[in-house]
């Protein structure tokens, strides 16, 4: 019996990762296997720190969680958390994870979407969360990211209502920060990685960890964060070449 095929292509470069979720049989629906797959991603990126570019292969980013295995889940796989804790491992991946999302993000793929510290798309884009019409609720991640990203008001209409909004009324409320079109998706995600790569690495992921702090850590973490880089030599080195190129103008 033929072995199936992967579900997660994996790209490695330098200083970054492209994820393309691959289950074009099931609109690239999150299973088991794609859980095993991004759970592994994680654990290679935690080791050696990327920026990440999650996409969908087939115009689909992810039709959701793969109804035929949710449906038979019961109360201890709830508890499992078995989308949450992979959706957590991503968001607080050290370096930013950029989502472009095309076509179908719905359910578990919208959530998906949602851990991401950057999300584009394009006009064909079909996001929202229609659990309650299936009998559960969003509940990786959705309660807590979506009212974080677009206010509350805007986060609870679409939860309670399972509405599933385009391309264009996610730019308008802040659900994705550009629309491009689909032949220029990918290049427009790794247009954001150059600029992250451009950076020093350390400060970017500080400045990912002071976004993430809650709110009663703040100003104290920025303020230690700030500490450590005002002591590191690519600090002195950057600002030194900045100071010298606004001399020679």
């Known amino acids: 019996m033929a072995a199936s095929p992967a579900p997660l292509r994996v790209e490695h470069q330098?200083?970054?990762?492209?994820?393309?979720?691959?289950?074009?049989?099931?609109?690239?629906?999150?299973?088991?296997?794609?859980?095993?797959?991004?759970?592994?991603?994680?654990?290679?990126?935690?080791?050696?720190?990327?920026?990440?570019?999650?996409?969908?292969a087939g115009g689909v980013f992810a039709a959701g969680a793969d109804i035929a295995q949710l449906r038979d889940r019961r109360a201890p796989d709830a508890l499992a958390g078995i989308n949450t804790t992979v959706f957590e491992r991503i968001a607080a991946l050290p370096m930013p994870v950029i989502a472009a999302v095309d076509g179908y993000a719905l359910?578990?793929?919208?959530?998906?979407?949602?851990?991401?510290?950057?999300?584009?798309?394009?006009?064909?884009?079909?996001?929202?969360?229609?659990?309650?019409?299936?009998?559960?609720?969003?509940?990786?991640?959705a309660s807590w990211r979506l009212p974080q990203i677009v206010g509350h008001a805007r986060a609870a209409e679409l939860l309670l209502t399972g509405r599933t909004i385009d391309g264009a009324e996610?730019?308008?409320?802040?659900?994705?920060?550009?629309?491009?079109?689909?032949?220029?998706?990918?290049?427009?995600?790794?247009?954001?990685?150059?600029?992250?790569?451009?950076?020093?690495?350390?400060?970017?992921?500080h400045m990912k960890t002071a976004l993430a702090a809650p709110l009663e850590q703040h100003p104290r973490v920025d303020l230690e964060l700030q500490a450590e880089l005002?002591?590191?030599?690519?600090?002195?080195?950057?600002?030194?070449?900045?100071?010298?190129r606004r001399s020679r103008r």
């Open 230 to 244: 005002f002591e590191s030599p690519e600090k002195h080195r950057r600002m030194t070449a900045f100071l010298e």
């Open 14 to 56: 330098a200083d970054r990762v492209v994820a393309t979720l691959d289950r074009p049989e099931a609109r690239n629906a999150i299973d088991q296997a794609m859980v095993d797959a991004l759970h592994a991603l994680c654990a290679g990126l935690e080791v050696e720190p990327r920026t990440l570019i999650l996409t969908g």
């Open 107 to 141: 359910g578990g793929g919208a959530e998906l979407a949602y851990a991401a510290d950057i999300r584009i798309g394009t006009p064909a884009l079909r996001l929202g969360n229609p659990e309650t019409g299936l009998g559960i609720i969003a509940a990786a991640g």
């Open 170 to 205: 996610a730019l308008a409320i802040g659900l994705v920060s550009a629309l491009h079109p689909a032949d220029g998706l990918l290049a427009a995600a790794h247009a954001i990685a150059d600029r992250i790569a451009a950076n020093d690495p350390l400060a970017t992921r």
